[in-house]
């Protein structure tokens, strides 16, 4: 029983960072001749903005992933 919520969850969580990892900006976006994007507001305050927001909720997912994948594998 525990192993199927546990698959529903992974499966869950795989679909859900496909969607966060698609919904980012590339790393090349805003880096232009004239400085990039280190010198505007959005580069300073990224942590708050969406973008900041996705990277958090990626690394979380991922680690939440590599977890669940142990666990289902030992399971």
């Given at each position: 029983?525990?192993?199927?919520?546990?698959?529903i969850i992974f499966v869950?969580?795989?679909?859900?960072?496909?969607?966060?990892?698609?919904?980012?900006e590339g790393k090349?976006?805003?880096l232009g001749a004239i400085g990039g994007m280190a010198d505007?507001?959005?580069g300073?305050?990224?942590g708050r903005s969406m973008?900041?927001?996705?990277e958090k909720f990626t690394k979380y997912g991922a680690v939440l992933f590599?977890?669940?994948?142990?666990?289902?594998?030992?399971?």
């Open positions: 029983m525990i192993k199927i919520i546990l698959s869950i969580i795989c679909i859900a960072l496909s969607a966060i990892i698609l919904l980012q090349s976006q805003g505007t507001y959005w300073k305050n990224k973008e900041g927001n996705l590599f977890v669940l994948s142990l666990v289902l594998n030992i399971l």
